[in-house]
């Protein structure tokens, strides 16, 4: 069980129809609105609706690492589709409070992680990796979340605690979708171009993303028909190249090559995918 001083507004549940584990989460009556919106029928069944209300024991979108370029292609044309799926029906993310919108992504663990783990000690169970066992990834803490009538509505900046966005230092009125897809540029940005090797690729996206003047970002269609047009480009072996942390030394980089070497072989005989896109 989850402890009040970790998670104040959650704790962890088994649904009784099957034994799933779950979680339970205080929400706002804003939240629920926006979710109550998005989990109409129709809309559930939506491939691109990434948006939860029922909330499934999840974990940190990185928790475990990305171990190939694959896989990293797989998780951004989620987070892609599922940013769009909102912005079609005029509901801007808003979400910046914390740390570059990385806690409000998350991964299914229940094909990674068949047999469980704890809500506390995520990493002592059992896994196999995104290509063996491709995920999907969910928004969730919509809480901030808001329908406009139209997208070129403009609103305040929201006072939280991550004010990176450009439009948080003049506090003119501005549009928040456009703010989402800079917190989603900042988010590729931080967590992975200035952490890992070779996301080259990514970099003429990310800096359209977060231009500074938010008007010449691109919406959210042009982010995904570009990055369409970048995961066309990818052949098979960048697709299965490991994804090596900055940090690491030769030498480290030369240990974790070789079970790297070894995953891929089988990956190949095992015909796995190179970009591991969940069902």
């Not at 002592?124 to 928004?139: E, F, G, I, N, V």
């Not at 190949?268 to 896109?277: C, R, T």
Request: proline share 5%.
């Amino acid at each position: 069980m989850l402890t009040r001083s970790q998670f104040p507004t959650a704790i962890d549940a088994t649904r009784w129809r099957d034994g799933r584990q779950v979680m339970l989460e205080k929400a706002s009556r804003r939240e629920l609105k926006i979710c109550k919106l998005l989990s109409f029928t129709a809309l559930r069944q939506e491939p691109r609706n990434h948006c939860l209300m029922g909330i499934p024991f999840l974990r940190p979108f990185n928790n475990s690492h990305f171990q190939i370029f694959g896989e990293f292609v797989a998780f951004f044309t989620q987070r892609c589709y599922g940013l769009r799926f909102m912005h079609e029906r005029k509901i801007a993310h808003r979400n910046s409070l914390r740390d570059c919108a990385a806690n409000n992504i998350m991964l299914d663990p229940s094909g990674m992680y068949p047999e469980g783990c704890h809500p506390i000690q995520i990493n002592r169970a059992k896994s196999y990796t995104r290509t063996q066992r491709p995920t999907r990834y969910y928004l969730i803490d919509l809480g901030l979340s808001r329908q406009y009538n139209y997208r070129d509505a403009l609103d305040e900046p929201l006072r939280g605690g991550n004010k990176s966005a450009p439009e948080h230092n003049h506090g003119n009125l501005c549009n928040l979708f456009h703010t989402d897809i800079y917190y989603l540029g900042n988010l590729i940005r931080e967590r992975f171009l200035r952490v890992y090797n070779e996301f080259e690729f990514m970099v003429e996206l990310v800096d359209s993303m977060t231009d500074e003047d938010s008007a010449m970002r691109p919406m959210i269609e042009d982010v995904v028909s570009m990055f369409s047009c970048i995961r066309d480009s990818l052949n098979r072996f960048k697709l299965r190249s490991l994804i090596a942390p900055r940090e690491d030394s030769r030498l480290i980089t030369t240990f974790r090559y070789i079970p790297y070497a070894i995953r891929t072989a089988r990956y190949i005989v095992l015909q796995k995918g190179s970009i591991p896109d969940a069902a």
